[in-house]
């Protein structure tokens, strides 16, 4: 986004305005008389409004204008925030954003939907209002006010002011040319009008100091009764009339844009400034005619390194952003789903201060979606079969978060009625995604409910039951480089729990060679290394099992899976590495030692690849292959069910 550019400011600015007004909306679904709540979607509304008619959005402004003088009837007790008028001004909300998007493209749709979600606000506010009697109001006012010198700089428009008290009744309206300056020392960026308003109509003090409510502590502001005036009709109900107005918005296409702290700009700037520092000294070395001093060449490549090292921490700390964000917005799918499957559903939301890369957010809303529409559905059951089964009527989803390591959890836990494990099974052998009686481990059979096409549900319903969404779900995850673990107990309910990457561009690996080709593994998912056992050299016993203190760990040789003709080494190691419950060994002929890697994506003609994920280039300028561990993992199951089978067949 441009620093010069005020229409991608203010795109940025609504959008978060929309989420706080749809926070304060959702809130208020469970305190419909929280007075604090009704204000803060007012206030939300009246910016809004003011904001897009500065900025040219006249649509969006017309239509908001409307949402506004709903809640303002809600605000001053003439009607009341019941659920219908809430899930209008939510729908509005995404109306607004609609508009906000199209900019200069306003086709007839939009506008039909605009005026059909206004009628529906009329109709709920009609409802409300019929047993609320209508308070005194005065007949007329006399208001007399002057702006701030700085107003107009700070963004105030005079205009929408005078348009809104234009609204309440017949305005006659005066300019007040007696502050002006001389023109010699006249301030053109300052705002030396001032404004006196005759306002003939049924309108409380209330009403008028609304109007001013975000200027009115800096402002002067008189507002005296007319003490004798002939009043004249009031103008007609603004909600039973109103449409949005279609004017063409000055838009331009929004560009990405993430908001950083300022201190974390201050320590970037700090160590690009050291680094400039560094790099002079480096050049002074290097126009030296005389030898080279290693002991100052080497001083200037440590503070280089350290300062490279502090310089990435800086920079990726800038695309950190906390999980809150992306928890926000299941808020309101889950209202949704509520109303949509007439479950009571509540959501309780941890370890929003967590943070992780921005492209991970960016990527892992859609798949959440599909989690949380399958616990909706399918997890938590209805009301009656709740309480029949001695639980609260209302469903609870809990969305955490936590680090762990070089990794993030989130995990979605629903109190539902958990996997029939045994329904599953049957689902497979009749797709036959797994022979009849296979041995599996209990989150190898979960795993199959993220097989294409599998649904174990009884009928298709508007939400799931097609078998679509979840194949989805683990394809999204995996190309974050993550991984998905389901834990579930009939009768208590499921939790799923992503494990995500902290970030997607730079990772601590294990550099190790197989054969005479170097690899990278994440050290996130080592957990120890060893040495192979002499029995195991050589391949003699081809059990391709390791027995770790008493536990029996699954392994593969790379110098096999790689195919690699290089002679082994004498002594080979083993590197154990883990992803959730599942554990396997990787046979590698030698350990090189940590290192940092930038990770680049592969080609498309290498993207199939199974056993890697990525690459990285190394100091030398050599390629080095990142693995990829849930794949592996896998594989190694797959072999460990085979030689399951085998024994079965020969038993």
């Known amino acids: ?10 795109r940025i600015e609504a959008g978060e305005l929309l989420e706080a007004v749809e926070r304060a909306l959702l809130d208020l679904t ?4 929280n007075r604090a709540l009704i204000d803060e979607v007012f206030r939300g509304l009246h910016t809004l409004k003011g904001s897009g008619s500065m900025f040219g959005f006249e649509a969006l402004a017309g239509f908001t204008h409307h949402c506004e003088t709903a809640f303002d009837r809600v605000r001053k007790g003439l009607a009341v925030a019941t659920p219908a008028l809430i899930g209008v001004v939510l729908s509005a909300r995404d109306h607004m954003q609609a508009l906000i998007d199209a900019g200069e493209t306003l086709d007839p749709a939009l506008e039909a939907a605009g005026a059909a979600i206004l009628a529906d606000l009329a109709g709920a506010v009609s409802e409300t209002t019929d047993a609320v009697a209508e308070p005194a109001c005065e007949r007329g006012w006399t208001i007399a006010f002057a702006l701030p010198p700085g107003a ?7 205009l929408p002011l005078l348009d809104e008290l234009r609204a309440l009744g017949q305005a006659r309206i005066t300019a007040l040319t007696d502050p002006l300056p001389p023109f010699e020392t006249m301030d053109p960026a300052e705002c030396h009008l001032g404004w006196q308003v005759e306002l003939i109509g049924d309108v409380s003090r209330e009403a008028i100091e609304d109007v001013f409510i975000f200027v009115i502590d800096d402002m002067t502001l008189t507002i005296e009764p007319i003490d004798s005036a002939d009043s004249d009709d009031a103008l007609a109900a603004e909600l039973d009339g109103g449409t949005a ?3 063409a918005s000055r838009a331009a296409p929004a560009q990405e844009s993430v908001r950083v702290q300022a201190s974390r700009l201050d320590e970037l700037m700090n160590r690009v400034g050291e680094l400039v520092i560094a790099q002079s000294r480096l050049d002074l070395i290097a126009a030296g005619n005389g030898p080279i001093d290693t002991t100052t060449l080497r001083a200037v490549s440590e503070d280089i390194q350290r300062l490279s090292a502090e310089l990435r921490d800086t920079t990726m700390a800038l695309r950190m952003m906390p999980l809150g964000n992306l928890f926000g917005r299941f808020r309101r799918l889950v209202h949704d789903l509520a109303l949509e499957t007439g479950k009571t559903i509540e959501l309780h939301c941890e370890g929003e201060a967590t943070e992780v890369d921005k492209t991970v957010i960016e990527r892992l809303a859609d798949p959440m979606i599909h989690l949380f529409r399958n616990s909706c559905d399918h997890g938590l059951e209805s009301e009656a079969e709740r309480i029949a089964a001695g639980k609260p009527a209302a469903g609870r989803i809990t969305l955490s978060a936590r680090q762990a390591g070089g990794e993030v959890l989130v995990a979605i836990h629903d109190d539902g009625r958990g996997i029939d494990r045994d329904r599953v099974r049957a689902k497979a052998e009749a797709q036959g995604l797994i022979n009849p009686g296979a041995i599996l481990t209990d989150q190898a059979l979960m795993q199959l409910i993220f097989a294409p096409g599998f649904s174990t549900a009884a009928a298709i319903t508007n939400l799931s039951g097609r078998g679509v969404g979840m194949d989805v779900v683990k394809r999204s995850i995996e190309a974050l480089r993550g991984t998905i673990t389901i834990d579930s107990t009939p009768g208590a309910g499921t939790t799923i729990t992503l494990h995500l990457p902290l970030t997607l561009a730079i990772i601590e690996c294990m550099l190790v060679r197989v054969g005479n080709g170097r690899y990278a593994i994440p050290l996130s998912v080592v957990e120890e290394c060893l040495e192979l056992p002499a029995a195991e050299i050589g391949g003699a016993a081809r059990r391709n099992f390791l027995d770790v203190r008493g536990s029996l760990v699954p392994y593969l040789r790379l110098r096999d899976s790689f195919a690699t003709t290089h002679p082994a080494d004498l002594f080979q190691k083993v590197v154990i590495v883990g992803q959730g419950e599942a554990r396997v060994g990787l046979v590698i002929d030698q350990i090189i030692g940590n290192a940092q ?9 290498h993207a199939g690849i199974g056993a890697f994920s990525g690459a990285t280039i190394l100091g030398d300028g050599t390629v080095a292959l990142i693995l990829d561990v849930p794949s592996l993992i896998a594989q190694a199951q797959d072999a460990q069910a085979g030689l399951g089978d085998q024994i079965g067949e020969a038993a």
Not at 1 to 10: E, H, L, T, V, Y
Not at 152 to 158: D, E, F
Not at 597 to 605: C, G, Y
Request: hydrophobic residues 35%; proline residues 6%.
């Open 597 to 605: 890697t930038v990770i680049k994506s592969l080609s498309r003609f």
């Open 152 to 158: 107009l700089v700070n963004g105030t428009n005079p």
């Open 1 to 10: 986004m441009s620093a010069n550019d005020p229409i991608a400011a203010f």
């Open 245 to 247: 107005r279609t004017t």
């Open 30 to 33: 469970g305190d419909t008389g």
